[in-house]
């Protein structure tokens, strides 16, 4: 009464090894699904855009400081030329404030008096700025009259 038992499913379609199939192969496994290859394309190109949107912002707002300083510098440049060119009865001192005023006859004056300084003896000045030395002798502009232009 012993019969040999004999398997019914193909020998073929059996594995020793079943947990290297690339399928589930008991019905308590995980469920595999297809991938959708169109919206994980579609994942990584939004996350690609998104990167180099903000990189490229990031870009940007070096590139305006950059641009922003560059007019700064100018400024000064432009300013100390004035400055140079201005009549001054004294020699500047590095890190003192000035004020620069522009006078009947479109010269420049470098005075030590604010505009709020003249008092009943105003001369017929209009203020253009008011501007500190800087030590590599160029001028920062700490107040500027917005009517004036260089």
């Not at 595999?32 to 949107?53: C, F, H, Y």
């Not at 890190?95 to 003896?121: C, M």
């Not at 002798?137 to 004036?148: A, M, Y």
């Amino acid at each position: 009464m012993s019969e040999k038992f004999e398997n019914p499913i193909d020998p073929d379609k059996i594995t020793e090894t079943p947990h290297s199939l690339e399928y589930p192969h008991h019905a308590g496994s995980a469920i595999v699904k297809p991938e959708d290859k169109g919206r994980i394309k579609g994942n990584a190109l939004s996350a690609m855009e998104q990167q180099t949107d903000m990189q490229l912002s990031q870009i940007y707002q070096q590139m305006q400081l950059l641009a922003d300083q560059a007019k700064q510098l100018n400024d000064r440049k432009v300013i100390s030329e004035i400055i140079y060119q201005a009549e001054m009865r004294f020699t500047p001192l590095i890190n003192h404030v000035y004020h620069l005023y522009e006078k009947e006859d479109t010269t420049f004056l470098l005075s030590l008096i604010a505009p709020h300084q003249w008092g009943r003896s105003k001369k017929t000045f209009e203020f253009v700025a008011t501007i500190r030395l800087l030590a590599d002798h160029t001028w920062d502009v700490l107040e500027k009259n917005s009517e004036f232009e260089f």
